[in-house]
């Protein structure tokens, strides 16, 4: 996993991180809204904001893809997308850098197999100025 | 930007069964997926509790062919599956037949129990472990299935959503294996008869 790119603001401004996200040819992840009750969404979850506040997610929109094992076509990702990031900087913040960390929940499968779910660190690097 | 990348392992390709027909007797069927007796390897004995609680041990069906299961409920082509083993469980369970289910969810029980009780699965279900995954060389991939002959060896393993047919081919081509008398592994003799 890479870090996405560092974000920068003043005590009480908005801030927006976007989280880069590839996933490999011939796989997908379910989308934050999977088509089924029981398939795992894709789930980013703030551990610690730091500094920052807020931390809301905005998902890019999923594909509707077709696959041998289910009837219905499946909301998904594929591909590189990003995940955009809404913080505020907190009104009391110390000047300096900071790290917020989260975690990225995904179930990925291809045609005909599905990986256990699992959690990868997301880190956004900031710096209240 | 860099970017952070989902990686996994592809499934290995499957290959299809193939019948062959008798006359007066019992089909004679070849699945491809089968391996000749002399390459199959013994199957790793394991403890693991079904719904009721009960211990299951893989060797508790020694003498009986049996397919086992690695799954999860949020994994689709698993799904897929279930029915036809509960079909095979049906139509073999007098023959000599068991499949054993092991459940990779995490939740354990808490999402096992109501997907087994929707569905009306009717063969027995575990809920596997990292230990017992381990055994059967991680089961990263689900489903991963093992088909065991009469004598606890593995016969065929399939990665990933297989046909129907390659495993009703190989079942039946196993039930259909001839009389054998292998060793238990703990000194005792177990006899094995063919299919009825």
Not at chain 1, 18 to 45: A, C, M, Q
Not at chain 1, 106 to 125: E, I, L, R
Not at chain 2, 5 to 28: D, K, N, Y
Request: net charge neutral; with cysteine.
């Amino acid at each position: 996993m890479g870090e996405p790119a560092k974000v920068a603001g003043a005590r009480g401004a908005a801030v927006q991180a976007r989280i880069p996200v590839t996933v490999d040819p011939g796989f997908h992840v379910n989308s934050n809204h999977p088509s089924e009750e029981y398939l795992i969404p894709l789930k980013l979850t703030w551990t610690s904001l730091g500094a920052l506040e807020g931390g809301q997610v905005a998902y890019p929109a999923p594909t509707l893809e077709k696959y041998e094992f289910a009837d219905k076509p499946l909301s998904v990702f594929t591909g590189a997308f990003s995940l955009a990031v809404s913080f505020k900087v907190a009104g009391n913040a110390p000047p300096g850098p900071g790290v917020a960390t989260g975690k990225l929940r995904y179930q990925a499968c291809n045609s005909n197999t599905c990986f256990p779910p699992k959690s990868a660190d997301v880190n956004v690097a900031y710096q209240v100025q | 930007m860099s970017a952070f990348r989902f990686s996994a392992i592809l499934s290995t390709a499957l290959a299809l069964g193939l019948f062959g027909a008798g006359c007066g007797g019992p089909v004679a069927v070849k699945a491809a997926s089968v391996k000749p007796e002399k390459e199959r390897k013994v199957a790793p004995d394991f403890a693991l509790k079904d719904a009721d609680g009960k211990v299951v041990h893989l060797s508790d069906y020694r003498g009986k062919v049996v397919i086992l299961d690695f799954w999860a409920t949020w994994c689709g082509p698993c799904r897929i599956e279930i029915p036809w083993f509960m079909d095979l469980q049906r139509k073999n369970k007098d023959r000599g037949f068991e499949v054993l289910g092991v459940a990779m969810d995490d939740e354990g029980w808490e999402a096992v129990k109501p997907f087994l009780a929707d569905l009306g699965v009717n063969y027995r279900v575990m809920v596997g472990d990292d230990i017992t995954a381990q055994m059967y060389g991680g089961v990263d991939a689900l489903p991963t299935t093992f088909l065991i002959d009469k004598t606890g060896k593995i016969a065929a393993v399939h990665v990933g959503l297989a046909s129907r047919r390659d495993f009703e081919d190989g079942v039946e081509q196993l039930l259909q294996a001839p009389a054998t008398v292998a060793s238990s592994g703990t000194g005792e003799l177990v006899v094995s008869g063919g299919a009825k």
